[in-house]
């Protein structure tokens, strides 16, 4: 009987001791957020014009016309910045399939190009690992952490993360559809009826995604083809994809509910996250 004593009380030990790693850990993994979030509203500027008016598309490609006539009315206010939750899976493994649950919140400032993504994996029961992701003041930032305290690996202050986070900023960019217009300041080239690359310049740094539009003239997917992907530690230009679907109206708008991202490998797609908006709210340029 002794031993199962001695069992109880160390499973007795081992849980209050995740509980306090748990609650330690969001603590000061709540304090990182809060330091990201006002380092992004304080780069953040006010978009112009704060309206979309239909005369702007006159010299943009067909589908690019179509799409923000989907997506948008004239008249539709500009967003200044969005509140995103999600949930879904995420793929852990670099090749085959892994797949966890996740939550997550994100911040997204239309101007300048930013956010901040905070999001929860759950490796195991007790064993969060909490991910930021994020594109703050030209910076780009990849930083998890078991429990929120013991970092694992991390990317963050290189040119290559910078262009993959403002990659992400674009790509996601159909949850707030006013900002891909071209007086948003985007550059949209023509590649045929169903598709068009979109251009945005963040400083010196500037980033070019393929858009494929639906029938109904909806964002299908992006691509990249050089986004970078972290193998073995170091950063490797990888073609990209994600996928939008479910669309919905949201304040004027229509914008995707879900969605899914992948890596466009030698051997094969390998999609490492899928999923959905629990709620999306906006704030608009006034």
């Not at 790693?21 to 953040?44: D, F, I, M, Q």
């Not at 078991?146 to 403002?166: F, H, K, Q, S």
């Amino acid at each position: 009987m002794a031993w199962i004593l001695w069992v109880a009380l160390f499973l007795a030990v081992a849980a209050v001791a995740i509980l306090v790693l748990n609650l330690h850990g969001a603590s000061r993994w709540e304090a990182r957020t809060r330091v990201l979030l006002a380092r992004l509203e304080k780069a953040r500027r006010t978009p112009a014009p704060t309206t979309f008016d239909p005369a702007e598309l006159d010299a943009a490609p067909a589908p690019v016309r179509r799409f923000f006539h989907a997506a948008l009315t004239p008249g539709q206010p500009v967003v200044a910045a969005a509140s995103v939750a999600h949930a879904g899976r995420f793929n852990l493994a670099e090749a085959g399939e892994k797949w966890t649950a996740f939550t997550s919140t994100q911040r997204v400032v239309a101007s300048r190009p930013g956010f901040v993504w905070d999001g929860c994996v759950t490796v195991l029961p007790g064993l969060p690992v909490r991910v930021h992701d994020a594109y703050v003041a030209g910076e780009g930032i990849l930083h998890p952490a078991l429990w929120g305290i013991v970092p694992l690996a991390g990317l963050r202050g290189t040119p290559e993360v910078a262009r993959g986070e403002l990659m992400r900023w674009l790509a996601e960019a159909a949850w707030y559809p006013t900002a891909l217009l071209p007086g948003q300041g985007v550059r949209w080239d023509a590649v045929d009826d169903r598709s068009a690359r979109a251009t945005v310049a963040d400083g010196a740094i500037s980033v070019t995604l393929l858009f494929r539009f639906r029938d109904d003239g909806l964002v299908e997917s992006v691509r990249a083809e050089d986004r970078g992907r972290t193998v073995g530690g170091r950063v490797v230009p990888t073609p990209w994809e994600g996928r939008w679907s479910d669309y919905r109206e949201q304040d004027g708008m229509r914008v995707p509910f879900a969605g899914e991202v992948a890596w466009l490998l030698p051997e094969g797609r390998h999609a490492y996250w899928r999923g959905t908006i629990g709620a999306l709210s906006y704030e608009f340029a006034h």
